[in-house]
């Protein structure tokens, strides 16, 4: 009988070690892995579904270690969303909120649901409007 190299993550431990491997399998971009990557995002998202792993993670700060995992500088991450780099320093900085076009390509970039940048946070300044207008 054939032992399965894959099964359903029933530790944190096996959790993080599906997340190594899945991140290397993306970083190395061969197709021969590509059926191995849906099924490790398919198991990795049954966990975080289960245990709620990214429901209360704020998107900026995803961005933020995504961006330091990635070596990733604001004048990259502005190339890559094609955004201005004072656009990406606002966004970095709850200054302004993630279009859905920037939330795509977030996506798309770091190999990851959109649900993760789409998110509520709080925005920088957005209490003093709200309070403004209720007045």
């Given amino acids: ?16 070690e599906y997340c190594r491997i899945l991140k290397r399998h993306v970083i190395d971009e061969h197709e021969e892995n590509e059926d191995e990557i849906e099924l490790l995002e398919l198991l990795i998202d049954k966990w975080d579904q289960d245990h709620n ?4 993670v704020d998107p900026v700060e995803l961005l933020k270690y995504l961006m330091e995992d990635h070596k990733l500088k604001a004048k990259d991450l502005a190339e890559i969303l094609g955004l ?10 709850y200054q302004k909120g993630f279009s859905k076009a920037t939330i795509i390509k977030l ?8 649900e ?6 709080p925005l920088v ?4 409007k709200e309070l403004r207008s209720a007045s």
């Fill in 1 to 16: 009988m054939n032992t399965l190299k894959y099964k359903l993550i029933k530790s944190e431990e096996q959790y993080y």
């Fill in 53 to 56: 792993t990214m429901e209360d």
């Fill in 116 to 121: 993760a940048f789409n998110r509520p946070y």
């Fill in 107 to 114: 996506s798309s970039h770091f190999k990851l649901y959109q």
């Fill in 84 to 93: 201005s780099k004072g656009t990406v320093s606002k966004i970095l900085n």
């Fill in 125 to 128: 300044g957005q209490v003093s």
